[in-house]
């Protein structure tokens, strides 16, 4: 996305153009998967999202016995598809390849899926006006080559004289980044994305990023995927582990890989005995991760720009006809942090159409209310599983990803986006990277 493009250049910039890859891709990946790492015990994964599912997959690849266990009805996590309401199929969550330099990068390019570079036009919804660029150049605050300090981007962004008029522009930088702006830190944003290496072209796919991983990877691993298994304790007091679901059935495995957002670790949704140590939870809690949604909007003409960031309901909304080959015209609402927190807090996906309609009205005199034909909700906030967006850098974070994404005992390894720890974090295929890592990371202590 355009948006989360710039702060991806500024890190690069930050760094002064050298990026150093802290994760090898194709050539490490490869040596890793065919060396002779051998294991013949049991795997249990905990999440159907990209790292679980990603981690089965090379699992599966090395001939090693695992299962999925998954709480909801569907495999994906925070990638779906929505079929049927337009003319082209809806990415529920995540919907951009950030970069082909990547895992997913890859898969797409041996699949075949059709992308496209999103290079559609930025406006802004400034002093109650669209306009095509802004009096000052905001981007370039985050393009320091010097650390940024520790404080808010709201107000690093004041400090650098960005005050009130800018308030949702700045929000709408934060919100790509999955919280408000008072709430992400200038400089763990910048810091923790020094080694983003996927590229800074953000793709979208003719069909879906669902489409991609269900083809690529879950075709091959259907089988070992559990649905509705909501796992509720994990006891990894003796060597083979019991992990018992809502239903009180249970499971033995050998090692566990746990993928669920960090939201589900931090609501100790999961019991661990014995009790995970002090350190790593206070590692979970350091890690944000705040509310987010995704509003489709169909009208029955195109009366709106390809991409308007600024708006106090919604930061941001884009065209979502760009990349597909169909052309009916929806409109996505990309609403995090706090503007998600106040939509929810209506209460009714009807509140929520209005608030947004009632917006979009005064950007472009009424023609929003007279030309929608229908709307659709995906709210992760209320989803019982995931509970948010994705992880973001918080103030005084430190090293809570590194902490937190460390296994225990020899039994326990942790994945998931917010587990990233090459800057890939709050992506598919970050997330991806994290279930490899700890399949390989199992493999390596079996190997010792
Ligand atoms: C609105 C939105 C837009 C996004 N846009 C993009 C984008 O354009 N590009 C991009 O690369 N990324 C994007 N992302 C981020 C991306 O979707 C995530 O980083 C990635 O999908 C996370 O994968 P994961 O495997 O770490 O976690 P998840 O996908 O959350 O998977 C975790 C799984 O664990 C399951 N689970 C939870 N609790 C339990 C339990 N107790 N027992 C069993 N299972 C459990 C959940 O149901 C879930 O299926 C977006 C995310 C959102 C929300």
């Not at 520790?150 to 919100?175: L, P």
């Not at 929520?352 to 909700?377: F, H, P, R, T």
């Not at 039994?411 to 390989?440: D, S, W």
Request: with cysteine.
């Amino acid at each position: 996305m355009e948006r989360r493009d710039f702060i991806k250049k500024s890190t690069f910039f930050s760094i002064g153009g050298l990026l150093i890859p802290s994760l090898c891709l194709s050539s490490c990946r490869n040596e890793l998967l065919f060396k002779d790492l051998k294991f013949n015990g049991k795997v249990i994964i905990i999440g159907a999202g990209a790292a679980g599912l990603y981690a089965g997959y090379i699992l599966k690849s090395k001939g090693i016995d695992f299962q999925i266990l998954e709480a909801s009805s569907n495999y994906g996590g925070r990638i779906g598809k929505l079929s049927g309401f337009a003319n082209f199929p809806l990415d529920t969550g995540a919907e951009w390849l950030h970069g082909k330099n990547s895992i997913a990068g890859e898969l797409a390019s041996r699949s075949g899926a059709k992308i496209t570079l999103d290079n559609s036009d930025e406006k802004y919804w400034f002093k109650n006006q669209i306009v095509s660029s802004l009096p000052k150049d905001i981007n370039a605050i985050f393009s320091r080559e010097k650390n940024l300090p520790d404080i808010s981007f709201k107000d690093f962004a004041i400090q650098e004289g960005f005050g009130n008029e800018y308030k949702n522009i700045v929000e709408g930088i934060a919100g790509d980044s999955g919280a408000a702006a008072s709430r992400i830190s200038a400089y763990w944003k910048i810091k923790e994305e020094e080694n983003w290496i996927s590229g800074d072209d953000d793709f979208k796919f003719e069909e879906t990023y669902f489409d991609l991983i269900d083809s690529q990877i879950v075709s091959k691993i259907q089988n070992n995927i559990q649905l509705n298994t909501i796992v509720k304790k994990i006891n990894y007091t003796d060597s083979t582990i019991e992990i018992t679901d809502s239903f009180n059935n249970t499971f033995k495995a050998d090692k566990v890989i746990i993928t669920v957002p960090i939201t589900i670790l931090k609501s100790n949704a999961i019991e661990f005995i014995p009790s995970l140590p002090l350190d790593k939870t206070n590692a979970f809690s350091k890690i944000g991760m705040d509310a987010g949604m995704k509003v489709f909007l169909k009208f029955n003409n195109k009366f709106f720009d390809q991409n308007i960031i600024g708006g106090s309901t919604s930061a941001s909304y884009s065209d979502e006809s760009i990349g597909k080959l169909q052309d009916d015209n929806v409109l996505l609402a990309f609403i995090m942090g706090e503007q998600a927190e106040y939509l929810t807090s209506l209460g009714s996906d009807i509140e929520i159409k209005n608030a947004l309609l009632q917006e979009l009205d005064s950007m472009y005199n009424g023609q929003a209310s007279a030309s929608l034909i229908s709307y659709y909700v995906q709210n992760w906030t209320t989803n019982p599983f995931i509970k948010g967006a994705y992880s973001y850098s918080t103030i005084g974070m430190g090293n809570a990803r590194e902490i937190s994404a460390q296994s225990i005992n020899k039994k326990i390894y942790f994945a998931g986006e917010a587990m990233n720890l090459n800057g890939h974090h709050q992506t598919v295929h970050g997330a991806m990277e994290t279930g490899y890592r700890e399949v390989i990371n199992i493999l390596k202590d079996i190997n010792k």
